[in-house]
C-alpha cells in the first residue's frame, strides 16, 4: 500500500515569496490533516479535512495560510506572503475517517524563510 | 485546550536495557492515543494506537498502556536496540480535532 507522498521535500524561499506544499494521501483515506511542525516542538494541527470540507482550521492563520483539496483527495497548501517565523517542517497525513482511526503521515517538506 | 506532556524530554541507555517513555493528558474525553516514532529529517512512523476502550496495545518489543481516567500513557520498549534511537512523539485524538502532540521524547540507545 503506498503511504503519504508529499512534494517537495526541501524548499527554501526569501521572505514575502509566496510556496506551496502538495499532499497525495493514501487511497480511501477521507481524512486529511495539514501539521505544522517547528524545530523542537511536536506537531501543531493546522487544517484538517473530511473528503473536501474543512473541519477544523481554528489554527490556520488565514491573512496568509490557504489550503485546498480538490474533489477530496490531494490537497495543496500555500503561504503568502512567508514570513520567517514560517520556517519549519509541514507534514500531511490522512485517516480512513476522521482522528477515530490510525493517522498516517507523509516525509514532509521542510521550509526555510530566509 | 488539551494539552500533552511527555517526560523525559531525553533520554540515553545502553543497548539491551529496557525502558519506559511517559506521555500525560490534560483532558480525559479522549477517543484514542497514538505513538509515533520520528528519525531525523524524517516524517513521523505510527507504532501504536490505543483506542479509549483499551488499556493496552502490544507490537513486537513495544508495548503501549492507557489509563484515561488518569490521563497517562507510558510506552515500554523491550531490550532496547540501537536502532530504536529516535525521538518518541505521543498523541491523543479528541474525534473531529486532530491529534494533539507533545513535544517529543528524544531517545538515544548506546551501542
Known amino acids: 500500500e503506498a503511504g503519504v507522498a508529499q512534494s517537495p521535500r526541501y524548499k527554501i524561499i526569501e521572505k514575502r515569496q509566496s510556496v506551496a506544499f502538495w499532499c497525495n494521501p493514501i487511497?480511501?483515506?477521507?481524512?486529511l490533516y495539514w501539521y505544522q511542525q517547528i524545530l523542537g516542538q511536536g506537531p501543531k494541527l493546522l487544517i484538517q479535512?473530511?473528503?473536501?470540507?474543512?473541519?477544523?482550521d481554528s489554527q490556520l492563520p488565514k491573512d496568509r495560510f490557504s489550503a485546498e483539496r480538490l474533489k477530496g483527495v490531494d490537497s495543496t497548501l500555500k503561504i503568502q506572503p512567508a514570513k520567517l517565523e514560517d520556517s519549519a517542517v509541514y507534514l500531511c497525513?490522512?485517516?480512513?475517517?476522521?482522528?477515530?482511526?490510525?493517522?498516517?503521515f507523509g516525509q514532509g517538506t521542510r521550509l526555510t524563510v530566509v | 485546550k488539551q494539552e500533552v506532556t511527555q517526560i523525559p524530554a531525553a533520554l540515553s541507555v545502553p543497548e539491551g536495557e529496557n525502558l519506559v517513555l511517559n506521555c500525560s493528558f490534560t483532558?480525559?474525553?479522549?477517543?484514542?492515543l497514538q505513538w509515533f516514532r520520528q528519525d531525523p529529517g524524517k516524517g513521523l512512523t505510527s507504532l501504536l494506537l490505543?483506542?479509549?476502550?483499551?488499556r493496552e496495545q502490544t507490537s513486537g518489543r513495544l508495548n503501549a498502556s492507557l489509563d484515561k481516567s488518569s490521563g497517562r500513557s507510558t510506552l515500554y520498549i523491550a531490550a532496547s536496540q540501537p536502532g530504536d534511537s529516535a525521538t518518541y512523539l505521543c498523541?491523543?485524538?479528541?474525534?473531529?480535532?486532530?491529534?494533539?502532540f507533545g513535544k517529543g521524547t528524544h531517545l538515544i540507545i548506546q551501542p
Open positions: 487511497s480511501g483515506h477521507a481524512t
Open positions: 479535512f473530511q473528503n473536501n470540507g474543512v473541519v477544523d
Open positions: 490505543i483506542q479509549s476502550s483499551q
Open positions: 483532558d480525559s474525553a479522549i477517543y484514542n
Open positions: 497525513a490522512s485517516s480512513l475517517e476522521s482522528s477515530y482511526t490510525e493517522a498516517f
Open positions: 498523541a491523543v485524538g479528541g474525534g473531529a480535532d486532530g491529534l494533539t
